[in-house]
């Protein structure tokens, strides 16, 4: 038996071999992850003992029990989580406001520090209204379920989230996903369905979770000058890191009054969980009432709300937080250019190294793990099935003992097992978000041109 597919793939090929009896596959699917485990390949289940930072000791990943690394799959940027500042004032709101929030927004839920919430964001942002979601995910889910009409078409850059996917489903309307960072293609797809919806509804990143490439958001809403078309922009990884007081990678670039929607998460830089979406003050009736996550989901927990407002200030009150990530970051950078890594277009925090043969992606990992170093394999479906890598994600608290640490067993490693020489960096502009999304693409441009 192959065991090296990840597990999803595997799945779809019991499907297609026309399994579908639900106890048998999963069965089938519960003895090839043990035998993956047992083997030591599957990272996916390992945890910290005592929660993150930039080294912790890791639990069960790849059949070990436990094992001091450098870790680099968080995605707490500023390293916030850890700030005795925040800590504090989260312990404090915890004492004052007690632990849950018991309900969703509109059953009374949410407490003054969530209101602050909303307002500082509002201002930093430079938006009329702030709508706080217990998560990012959520954030997306509802907010793309409702806000395009029966009229209206959806178009998504192809390597979106899956929690803009899920929503954009979740809408029922019709979408169609542009080529990654391509403003040519957007720019196409946009005049040929000018006229034909009556809304278009253009989804985006600011910077991409799994290639860590930053969107050409200048040039998209300076096609606003000559089509007519509405802006919906998920700044998740460059909220807190980019622009001034961590306004985002919009405000950075001055389009945040041409970006109708700017969504977040708000479990990355400022070390908590939480999602908001900032826009003018009308649009918020609509969201409100027709979010299901919105109406129907408990708030986030006053502790974590407070954890927000303190790495907001922290973030205000430090610029040296930011500005010494990007300068690791750009360190880091160079010294991976330099030992012959192909960091493709990747540019923020986030950083890719493209492994493309599954088996040889696990078994470097797993020898990573074993020197130390701990990130997961990202396989399909986050990525292509060909386009698998380990993906790095650079905090403020590493260290440049840890990151020089890095480095050198890397580069070893990419030696050793010629991964260098193979990188599969993909010349392809057009990564996807997985097969099962553009078979439904498929339908959904058929549909498109039908109606034409
Ligand atoms: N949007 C993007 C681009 C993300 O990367 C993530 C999380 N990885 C989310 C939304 C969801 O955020 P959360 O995990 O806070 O729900």
């Known amino acids: 038996m192959d065991t090296f597919k990840p597990i999803k793939q595997y799945y779809a090929e019991l499907q297609n071999q026309g399994l579908t009896d639900l106890a048998a596959i999963s069965e ?4 090839y992850q043990k035998k993956q485990q047992e083997l030591g390949l599957f990272s996916q ?16 990943a790849f059949n070990v029990p436990e094992q001091d690394c450098i870790l680099w799959c968080i995605n707490h940027y500023l390293g916030l989580n850890r700030s005795q500042s925040v800590i504090d004032k989260s312990c404090a709101a915890i004492r004052q406001y007690g632990t849950g929030a018991g309900t969703s927004a509109m059953s009374g839920g949410m407490s003054s520090l969530h209101k602050e919430i909303e307002s500082r964001i509002g201002k ?3 938006k009329e209204a702030v709508l706080l979601f217990p998560t990012g995910y959520t954030a997306n889910l509802g907010c793309l379920s409702i806000l395009p009409g029966k009229n209206d078409i959806i178009l998504f850059d192809r390597e979106c989230h899956a929690s803009m996917i899920d929503g954009i489903k979740l809408s029922g309307k019709k979408w169609i996903p542009f080529d990654h960072n391509s403003v040519e293609d957007l720019e196409d797809k946009i005049a040929k369905f000018t006229g034909k919806y009556e809304n278009i509804l253009v989804v985006l990143e600011s910077a991409y979770s799994m290639s860590g490439d930053l969107a050409p958001l ?10 007519r078309f509405y802006m919906y922009v998920d700044e998740a990884h460059t909220f807190g890191i980019y622009g001034k007081d961590g306004a985002g990678y919009c405000a950075e670039l001055g389009v945040s009054s041409d970006v109708d929607f700017i969504v977040s998460t708000l479990s990355k830089a400022t070390a908590s969980i939480g999602g908001f979406v900032a826009t003018q003050a009308k649009y918020i009736p609509l969201i409100m009432w027709g979010a299901n996550s919105y109406i129907f989901q408990a708030c986030l ?31 880091m950078r160079d010294r991976l250019t330099r030992m012959g890594f192909d960091l493709g277009k990747s540019q923020s ?18 020898e990573l793990f074993s020197r130390g170093i701990f990130s997961v394999s990202v396989v399909y479906p986050a990525v292509k099935p060909k386009e698998g890598r380990i993906r790095l994600i650079l905090n403020t608290s590493h260290t440049k003992t840890q990151i020089d640490k890095t480095v050198e067993i890397l580069s070893e490693l990419a030696e050793k097992y010629n991964i260098i020489s193979k990188q599969n960096v993909s010349t392809d ?3 996807t978000f997985n ?6 693409t498929a339908k959904q441009e058929e549909l498109a041109s039908a109606e034409k």
């Open 349 to 366: 925090p986030i950083i890719p190294i493209y492994i493309s043969d599954v088996q040889t992606l696990m078994t470097f990992n797993r």
């Open 218 to 227: 200048k040039e998209i809403c300076a096609l606003k000058s000559k089509y």
């Open 301 to 331: 927990s006053p502790g974590d709300a407070a954890t927000i407002l303190a790495s907001l200030d922290e973030i205000k009150n430090n610029p040296d937080l930011v500005k010494s990530l990007h300068e690791k970051n750009k360190y």
């Open 435 to 440: 097969d099962y999304l553009l078979a439904l």
């Open 28 to 31: 089938k699917l519960y003895d």
């Open 45 to 60: 289940n390992g945890f910290t003992k005592k929660g993150s930072d930039s080294a912790a000791t890791i639990i069960g």
């Open 429 to 431: 502009a057009q990564p």
């Open 124 to 126: 930093l942002m430079d």
